[in-house]
C-alpha cells in the first residue's frame, strides 16, 4: 500500500505521541475521506501534509464573549485527533484566554499582534451583549468591540455553540445576547461565518470542522441556518433516526423513570423536542459514542437549533408551543394513515 | 512609592476577571478583583416552570456545569416535596464523581502548571526515556519553527519557577497525558450523564439514567484507570513541587487570606447520609494547633452590594435578594457580589473543606510547616480527589447490590409536578467549594432564584464595611518584586480555581425595574 512512504517518520511520532497508531489513523483518515467526499489516498496525504509543516500552522484567534466555557471544554475533550495535538501541532493558537500562558498585557498583546498581523481563523465562544456593552468588558474594551476588529482581519469565522451561533441562553436575559452573525450585521461586517450550535458545541463537530478547514483551506458547505451541512439540516432530523421513533408512533410515552418497561419509550411527553431538532446527535452519539441526552432518559431540547431555549420551554412538558406542533403534525399524520 | 498593576484579563480560569494589584516595596499593599461579565440567568428564570431551573442553571458555567445541576435539583426537591431513592442519590453522587476526577486534575496541569515551571527548560533534558526524548523533541520543534504558542508569550520565569529539565519534562509529558485522562474521566460521567458538559440526567426527584450492570462494569473499569492516573501521577507531582521546588512559597503561607472556611458538607456514603465524603463546618480565624469547627447555619449568610453593580441595598439572606443592575454606580467594581457568614468573608474549596475535615494528610504538611495559602491549595484538592476516586468504589458497589433488589427506583415520580407555592433551598459541594441554589415557587412557576456559587465567596469585592474579598485578602503581602511580572499574583488567584461566569448570573426578577437600566 505504500502507507509508510505517505506517513513520515516524524508524523507517526506525532501521532504515537497522540495515543494514536498508524491504524487507527488511518480508518480515521477513510472515515473523514468518506464525508468530504476525497479520495482516501488524496485524504491521507493532504491531512500529512498539513501535519508534518509546523511552520505553516494557520493562526487561530478564540474569543470568549457571554460564555460558561463548555465550549472550551468541549475542545478539551476531542479525542480524534487529541486536543493537546489539535492545539500545539495543527494550529497556531495566538490567543484563548482558557489557556494560554500569558495574562494582562502580556496576553492582550499577542491577541492584537495576531489581529494586526490578519488571515486567521476566528473562533467564537459566547453572545455579545446588546442591552449596554458594559455587561462584558475585557482586556479594557467591550467585548463587541473585540469581535468587531478581530472578525474584521479574519479570513472566516467558526462561531461555535448555541449562544454565538443563535443567542442561546443569554438572549432571553436582560443582557440581550446575540449571535455573532446578528452583531457583524449590525456593524456592517461582512464575513464567512459558520454556525457550530448545540450547547455546548459538539466535540465531534467542532473537530471535524477544523479538519475541513484545515484540510481544504474552505469553510463546508452550509445548511440554510448557516451550519455545516454534514452535521445538521433537513436531512438529518434527529425524530428520523430516533430509536425511539417506534414507540412514538406507537403512542408509547415514558411516564416513569423507574419502570424498566418503559425504559426505550418515546420521551415526547416529558418534553423532548427531538422531532425539531435537525441534528446527528441520534447517529453520532456524544464522548466518543458512549451516550447521548435520549439514551440517559434525558431529553432533546433541539440545542442546535435557533429555537433553544426561549422557544423550546418549559423543557419538562410536553405544554411548550413547540410541543403542541409536534403533537398536531403527529395526529395529522396519524389520520392519513388511518384514512389509507 | 505605591504601583498600581492591573491584570485584565486573568487568564487560565473559567470567566472574565480583571484583578488591581498596589504594589509598594516589592510586596502587595492592596487588591481588587472584579468579575467583567454579566448576563442575568435569574431575570430569565422568573415565571418559568421551576424544573426548567436544573437545566438552565448548568449553563451557568461550562466547566462545573453539572454542579449547578445538582444544587438546582436539590433546591427543587425541596419545594416541591421530593424524596430522592437511594439509588438516584447513588447516581447523581457517581455522575459528580466523575466531575472531581476530571477536574481536579486539569486545574492543576491546564491551568495552573505553566506558573510554575520553565516549559522551555525541556531543550535541557539528556535523559534516555523515549517518551520524554519525544515531548522534547516536539517542543524543540515549535522553538524551532518559531511558533510556540499557546506556550508562549508568558510572564517570566522567577526564583520559584522550576528549570530543573528533568521534573519539567516530566510535567509536560503529563499535561498532556492529562487531557487524555480529561476527556476520559468526562466519558465516565456520561454513562449515565448522557454527556459532557452539561449532563442531561439529572432532574428534580433523582435522575432519569435507570442504570443496569454493563455500565457500571464500564464505569469501574474506566475508574481503575483514573485511579491509577491520580495515584501514580497527579498526586505524586502535586506533592514533588509542594514539598520540593514550591516549599518556600508553601512555609511562607502565601495567598493565606482571612483563614475563614466554610463546608455545606457533601457526598452521603450510606441511605441515611450519617457518613460523608466532606463533613460540613466552620471555621473562623483558623489556629493551626486548635482547629474549631462549628456547625453550619445557612440562614446566617447574607450578600453585600456595596461594591457591586447592583442598585443599592443592605446585605441580605438570598431568599431575599433584589438586585437590580446599577452600571452606574459610584464605587462599584464587580459583578460579583459579596457573600458573607456573619458578616466574615469565607474561603470554600478544596482548602476549606480539608480543613473542616481535619484530614491527616493535609495536617501532616501543616506540621512540617506548610501554612494555608496557594500551595496547600493545590496539595488539598490533590489529596480530596483521592478520597472521591475511594467513595466512587463504594457508590458503584452500592448501585450494584441496590438494583437488583425488588423495587429498585431512581426517581420520586409523586412529586414530579410543580407545587403550587414552595420554597427550598440546595446545597453542594462542587469541586470549587460550597454551592448555594435558593427558589421560591408562586402559582406553580419560580417566582425569584438565587445562587450564591463558589467563587462568588471567593472572588468577592469589598462588603459594607470595606472589608476584602478572599482573592483581594489573599494577594495582601504576596512578592512582586517586578512590576512588569506579577507572576505570584496570577499563581495565588489560580490556586481558588476562579469560575466567574458561575460567580455573576443575577438579576431582579421585576421586568420593570430591568428596563430602567437597558440602554436601547
Known amino acids: 500500500m505504500g502507507e509508510g512512504n505517505i506517513l513520515g517518520k516524524e508524523l507517526l511520532k506525532e501521532l504515537e505521541l497522540c495515543g494514536l497508531n498508524r491504524r487507527d489513523f488511518l480508518k480515521y483518515c477513510s472515515l473523514t475521506a468518506a464525508i468530504l467526499g476525497l479520495s482516501e489516498l488524496e485524504f491521507v496525504t493532504k491531512v500529512a501534509e498539513a501535519l508534518e509543516s509546523p511552520s505553516k500552522k494557520p493562526i487561530v484567534i478564540w474569543i470568549e464573549g457571554q460564555a460558561c466555557a463548555g465550549c472550551t471544554i468541549a475542545l478539551a475533550q476531542i479525542s480524534y485527533p487529541s486536543a493537546a495535538s489539535i492545539i500545539l501541532d495543527k494550529i497556531s493558537l495566538r490567543y484563548h484566554h482558557t489557556i494560554m500562558a500569558a495574562a494582562g498585557d502580556v496576553a492582550e498583546k499577542a491577541y492584537h499582534d495576531a489581529v494586526k498581523q490578519g488571515g486567521y481563523l476566528l473562533v467564537v465562544e ?54 455573532v452573525s446578528e452583531a457583524l450585521k449590525r456593524a456592517g461586517i461582512t464575513k464567512p461565518v459558520v454556525n457550530i450550535s448545540t450547547c455546548p458545541v459538539h466535540p465531534d463537530h467542532l473537530a471535524g470542522t477544523i479538519l475541513y478547514v484545515l484540510v481544504t483551506g474552505k469553510i463546508p458547505e452550509l445548511d440554510s441556518k448557516g451550519r455545516p451541512s454534514m452535521y445538521f439540516g433537513d436531512a438529518r432530523l434527529l425524530h428520523d433516526n430516533c430509536r425511539r421513533r417506534g414507540h412514538f408512533d406507537a403512542g408509547e410515552f415514558l411516564t416513569d423513570w423507574n419502570d424498566p418497561k418503559q425504559k426505550d419509550w418515546c420521551l415526547f411527553q416529558k418534553g423532548c423536542k427531538g422531532p425539531v431538532a435537525y441534528i446527528d446527535c441520534g447517529i453520532r452519539r456524544w464522548n466518543d459514542g458512549i451516550n ?37 403534525m403527529r395526529e395529522d399524520t396519524k389520520s392519513k394513515k388511518d384514512q389509507v | 512609592m505605591a504601583k498600581k498593576i492591573t491584570i485584565d484579563p486573568v487568564s487560565r480560569i473559567e470567566g472574565h476577571l480583571k484583578i488591581v494589584v498596589e504594589v509598594e516595596n516589592g510586596r502587595v499593599k492592596d487588591a481588587w478583583s472584579s468579575g467583567t461579565m454579566a448576563r442575568g440567568f435569574e431575570a430569565l428564570l422568573t415565571g418559568k416552570d421551576p424544573r426548567d431551573a436544573s437545566f438552565v442553571t448548568s449553563r451557568f458555567c461550562g466547566v462545573c456545569y453539572s454542579v449547578h445541576q445538582l444544587a438546582s435539583a436539590r433546591a427543587l426537591d425541596a419545594a416541591f416535596g421530593a424524596r430522592v431513592p437511594w439509588g438516584g442519590n447513588l447516581i447523581r453522587n457517581l455522575v ?116 443496569d450492570l454493563n455500565q457500571i462494569a464500564r464505569f ?58 466532606f463533613p460540613a463546618g466552620i471555621i473562623i480565624g483558623l489556629n493551626p494547633a486548635n482547629i474549631k469547627v462549628k456547625p453550619v447555619n445557612t440562614e446566617k449568610i447574607s450578600e453585600s452590594v456595596k461594591y457591586a453593580w447592583y442598585k443599592e441595598n443592605k446585605p441580605v439572606h438570598p431568599y431575599s435578594g433584589e438586585q437590580v443592575f446599577d452600571l452606574e454606580k459610584k464605587d462599584a467594581y464587580s459583578f460579583v457580589k459579596a457573600p458573607r457568614y456573619e458578616g466574615k468573608p469565607m474561603e470554600v474549596g478544596p482548602l476549606a473543606r480539608m480543613i473542616v475535615a481535619k484530614n491527616p494528610d493535609v495536617l501532616s504538611l501543616v506540621e512540617k510547616g506548610a501554612k494555608p495559602g496557594a500551595v496547600a491549595r493545590h496539595a488539598a484538592r490533590a489529596i480530596e480527589t483521592k478520597l472521591m476516586v475511594d467513595a466512587c468504589y463504594t457508590w458503584l458497589d452500592q448501585l450494584q447490590t441496590e438494583m437488583t433488589k425488588p423495587g429498585f427506583k431512581i426517581h420520586d ?58 482573592y483581594e485578602e489573599s494577594l495582601i503581602g504576596a512578592p512582586v518584586p517586578d512590576p512588569e511580572n506579577p507572576i505570584n499574583v496570577v499563581r495565588i488567584v489560580r490556586s481558588f480555581d476562579p469560575c466567574l461566569a458561575c460567580a455573576i448570573h443575577l438579576i431582579d426578577p421585576k421586568t420593570n425595574e430591568i428596563r430602567k437600566f437597558i440602554i436601547e
Open chain 1, 126 to 179: 459566547g453572545s455579545i451583549p446588546s442591552a449596554d456593552d458594559r455587561f462584558h468588558m475585557g482586556g479594557g474594551m467591550p467585548f463587541r468591540q473585540r469581535l468587531e476588529e478581530s472578525a474584521k482581519n479574519s479570513n472566516a469565522i467558526l462561531a461555535v455553540g448555541a449562544c454565538s451561533a443563535f443567542g442561546g441562553i443569554p438572549r432571553a436575559t436582560p443582557s440581550k445576547g446575540i449571535s
Open chain 1, 292 to 328: 447521548f441526552c435520549l439514551d440517559c432518559g434525558g431529553l432533546c431540547q433541539a440545542c442546535g437549533d435557533p429555537v433553544f431555549y426561549d422557544k423550546v420551554a418549559p423543557l419538562y412538558t410536553a405544554e411548550s408551543e413547540i410541543s403542541k406542533k409536534i403533537w398536531a
Open chain 2, 96 to 211: 459528580m464523581g466523575a466531575e472531581y476526577i476530571y477536574d481536579h486534575p486539569l486545574h492543576f496541569y491546564q491551568l495552573s502548571a505553566l506558573d510554575y515551571i520553565d516549559v522551555m527548560a525541556v531543550a535541557e533534558y539528556k535523559g534516555k526515556d523515549k517518551d520524554l526524548l519525544a515531548v522534547r523533541d516536539k517542543i524543540v520543534g515549535l522553538v524551532k519553527a518559531k511558533d510556540t504558542y499557546p506556550l508562549t508569550p508568558r510572564y517570566e520565569p522567577d526564583e520559584f519557577t522550576v528549570k530543573d529539565p528533568e521534573i519539567v519534562i516530566s510535567a509536560v509529558k503529563h499535561y498532556i497525558d492529562a487531557l487524555k485522562m480529561h476527556s476520559q474521566a468526562r466519558n465516565m460521567g456520561a454513562i449515565w450523564g448522557g454527556r459532557t458538559p452539561h449532563y442531561q440526567n439529572i432532574v428534580v426527584g433523582g435522575v432519569t439514567s435507570y442504570p
Open chain 2, 220 to 277: 469501574r473499569t474506566m475508574l481503575d484507570k483514573q485511579k491509577r492516573f491520580i495515584e501514580d501521577v497527579y498526586i505524586p507531582d502535586v506533592l514533588a513541587f509542594g514539598t520540593g521546588p514550591l516549599w518556600p512559597l508553601a512555609t511562607m503561607g502565601v495567598g493565606g487570606g482571612h483563614y475563614n472556611y466554610l463546608s455545606y458538607g457533601d457526598f452521603a456514603l450510606d441511605p441515611e447520609g450519617k457518613k460523608v465524603v
Open chain 2, 413 to 470: 415520580t409523586e412529586h414530579w409536578e410543580p407545587p403550587q407555592t414552595g420554597m427550598g433551598a440546595g446545597f453542594h459541594e462542587a469541586p470549587r467549594g460550597g454551592l448555594g441554589h435558593w427558589i421560591k415557587i408562586k402559582n406553580k412557576k419560580i417566582e425569584n432564584y438565587q445562587a450564591v456559587v463558589p467563587s462568588t465567596w471567593n472572588a468577592s469585592p469589598r462588603c459594607e464595611n470595606g472589608t476584602r474579598g478572599q
